[in-house]
């Protein structure tokens, strides 16, 4: 069964550092999405994705973030100058043309230090 | 701001009983879709429902979607200590924006 990956499962890295999170969605998707959930809390919505381009963001994805999809099949999150706040599971996602099923990687445990 | 509202926040029961989650808002979404995340993984897609008072059944569980798109509720038949975990909603807005509710941690005991 075809199935979303993330690598890596979990990265740590320096304040101020830049890290970038990869992921490969369901080959047939369009559409893709990141998550972020600092432990204990809820599920949040980074960004969505479609045709190349942003479709929509949150508040919490502010200039120090950006995503990418540099070939056919990554899509990428980057963080330019983490902080301390930004350490969280974070979560890809895709979802095909045809109806709301979104279906979820296992997510990168990010540990700023 | 869009919230969804999950209760109750625990729910702790005997295996055998039945029991019903809920999740409110007061904006109206294109679909809601209940998840089930395990610790430490990516949450796992359970059902979605689209139209105004659908109910889809999976097994023992039953999904209902209200009737003006604000509010669902999750009812469980019969649980069994495998049904025990963190239940998440999560709302389609109408410009590709998913709203997640905080979850049900539901403990069945044996």
């Known amino acids: 069964e075809p199935e979303v990956t993330q690598t890596p499962s979990h990265q740590v890295t320096q304040m101020g550092q830049e890290v970038i999170l990869r992921c490969v969605p369901i080959?047939?998707?369009?559409?893709f999405y990141w998550y972020r959930q600092i432990l204990g809390q809820k599920v949040e919505f980074l960004v969505s994705f479609y045709n190349n381009e942003i479709s929509e963001k949150s508040e919490i994805f502010d200039d120090q973030f950006s995503v990418e999809r540099p070939d056919g099949s990554n899509f990428t999150l980057k963080i330019r100058s983490t902080k301390l706040e930004d350490s969280a599971m974070y979560f890809c996602a895709s979802r095909d043309r045809v109806g709301y099923e979104q279906y979820f990687g296992p997510g990168t445990r990010l540990t700023v230090t | 701001t869009q919230l969804l509202e999950q209760s109750p926040q625990f729910l702790s029961i005997q295996e055998g009983e039945n029991l019903t989650v809920y999740c409110n808002s007061s904006s109206v979404f294109s679909s809601l879709q209940w998840y089930r995340q395990e610790p430490g993984e990516g949450p796992v897609l359970l059902v979605t429902?689209?139209?105004?008072?659908e109910v889809k059944k999976l097994k023992r569980l039953t999904f209902q979607f209200g009737d003006a798109r604000k509010d669902s509720s999750l009812h469980i038949t019969a649980a069994q200590p495998g049904d025990t975990g963190l239940y998440l909603c999560a709302g389609f807005t109408g410009d590709d924006k998913i709203i997640f509710g905080k979850g049900t941690r539901l403990h069945i005991l044996p």
């Open positions: 080959s047939n998707h369009l559409y």
């Open positions: 429902v689209v139209t105004g008072g």
